[in-house]
């Protein structure tokens, strides 16, 4: 450096000279800002509560649970209404999450697929583009082949299906107790040097329900979605509910104090989001809002304060959105859209839809008296007003994912038996075969149980949908044929 003023100093004029030295220091300066750029990248944590419907945090004004850290960290962030997975089951969701893109296009629509290694996730580009050290712990991510057929685990380990142990740099698995622990571990592993993106996992509120008595509410106290007919069974089964979502929200603030004995929460972003929405009927694996809106908080140290949007947004969003905030170019082929111009306030959203897929559930294999639950293949497209299902499996009778067994259902079943459901309600649970479209105005229907498709009165709406699912659908070389243009034919 000495040598290169001392060149320029003795050879040039003096107001060369001037010149070469305000380029020379604006140089020293870009590189100077540039390496603070570096230090000053957030820590990433990523918290993932599993079939967590929206609004069920107190935060959210839902009075049927306490969840107080929870709360806590939406009181330092964004607290967005509508965060939709990109699908309503578990694996597809989290590939969307991890890889900015459709379940349909990573090809991660059946649960015993792990992800393609040609599939990128977004930890692994902020390891190898921005020096994260990269970690997932807790319970199962579901993405190396979570739900292996019996009989065919060689195939997985002839093939090195399983990638994610060297996608990440720390990886474990274990119960919602253990979480804290190998946060713990994670951050001891972590060098000094490096900002970190961790993925925690936990099971609650997953069906099987079985939180102590101390975190379940009074069943008379519950105030019921028009969703839910007034039962006694379906009560006790939303209190057995919301008792998990109290119990995961009391561990997850056991690893915000972590972080805030580490001295680490100013430096660090945290999401906490559920992975899709809840095990009871309209809920997971049916294309239903609270199938995949879910919650959503975003806290980033002097960025976000408490507040709250109404941004419709997607799984896939996430992804391109931490690399964005990271310094990393976000690929061509993440489908999923920045929203730090919501987190930032420049902007109240980033896109017109968002997509929604269902796939196979589980292993069980197909059979002549298969329900939904285990079988059912849709799409969906959302707005801000308006949702359009479109059902390709419409002849396998509705049943909920996980408690079709469980008290609510067969007394929702015994009340139609019966003739004691309302017309609505008859209608989505047990309506056979189900609609292959159906489409609700969500500013008067939040429920979703008047379908409006084929009215002449929302013709324009329903081909406007109509036409940017089938788009998508191109784009995402989805397998499933595309929907019918004439919007009079059902």
Not at 9 to 32: D, E, H, N, P, Y
Not at 288 to 309: A, C, K, M, Q, R
Not at 334 to 357: C, D, N, Q, W, Y
Not at 437 to 449: A, F, G, K, N, R
Request: glycine letters at 6%; charged letters at 20%; a negative charge.
């Amino acid at each position: 450096m000495n040598r290169i003023i001392s060149a320029i100093m003795g050879r040039t004029s003096w107001a060369a000279r001037l010149l070469w030295m305000f380029v020379l220091f604006s140089c020293i300066q870009w590189s100077a800002d540039r390496a603070g750029a570096q230090e000053a990248k957030p820590n990433f944590l990523f918290l993932l509560s599993d079939d967590h419907s929206y609004p069920f945090l107190s935060c959210y004004g839902d009075t049927n649970v306490k969840t107080p850290h929870l709360d806590d960290l939406a009181s330092s962030g964004i607290r967005f209404h509508r965060f939709f997975t990109a699908a309503p089951q578990c694996v597809l969701s989290r590939a969307a999450l991890m890889t900015g893109r459709s379940p349909v296009a990573a090809r991660m629509i059946r649960f015993s697929s792990p992800l393609p290694k040609d599939e990128i996730t977004f930890p692994e580009l902020l390891r190898s583009e921005a020096g994260y050290y990269t970690g997932i712990c807790g319970r199962s991510f579901h993405l190396d082949g979570s739900n292996k057929r019996e009989g065919f685990e060689h195939v997985f380990v002839e093939h090195q299906l399983e990638t994610f142990a060297q996608r990440v740099d720390y990886l474990r698995k274990g119960a919602d107790a253990e979480v804290v622990r190998q946060v713990r571990e994670f951050l001891d592993e972590c060098p000094a040097d490096k900002p970190f993106f961790l993925w925690a996992n936990y099971s609650d509120p997953h069906h099987v329900w079985n939180a102590p008595e101390r975190y379940r509410p009074d069943p008379a106290s519950l105030k019921l979605p028009a969703h839910w007919p007034d039962l006694p069974g379906v009560r006790e089964q939303v209190a057995d509910y919301c008792a998990e979502v109290n119990r995961v929200d009391e561990r997850i603030g056991e690893v915000l104090s972590l972080l805030e004995e580490r001295g680490l929460s100013e430096k660090t972003l945290v999401v906490f989001a559920g992975d899709n929405g809840a095990a009871l009927p309209h809920g997971k694996g049916s294309l239903y809002d609270p199938g995949s809106n879910v919650p959503l908080i975003v806290s980033w140290p002097g960025v976000t304060n408490s507040s709250e949007s109404f941004a419709l947004l997607s799984g896939e969003d996430l992804g391109p959105t931490l690399l964005e905030i990271a310094g990393v170019s976000i690929p061509a082929k993440m489908s999923g859209v920045s929203f730090v111009p919501v987190l930032t306030g420049k902007a109240p959203k980033v896109r017109e839809h968002i997509f929604i897929a269902r796939g196979p559930h589980g292993t069980a294999p197909v059979t002549v008296d298969t329900t939904s639950a285990p079988y059912d293949l849709g799409r969906a497209v959302r707005s801000e007003r308006y949702k359009l299902i479109y059902n390709c499996t419409p002849w396998t009778p509705y049943s909920p994912v996980d408690s079709r067994g469980g008290q609510a259902w067969q007394q929702i079943t015994q009340a139609n038996a019966q003739g004691q459901l309302a017309a609505g309600l008859q209608q989505t649970y047990f309506k056979s075969p189900r609609p292959v479209y159906e489409l609700y105005d969500l500013s008067v229907d939040p429920s979703e149980l008047n379908n409006l498709s084929g009215r002449s009165e929302v013709r324009d709406v329903e081909r406007q949908l109509r036409t940017a699912l089938a788009e998508r659908m191109i784009l995402d070389y989805d397998h499933l044929p595309l929907p019918d243009m004439m919007v009079d034919r059902k």
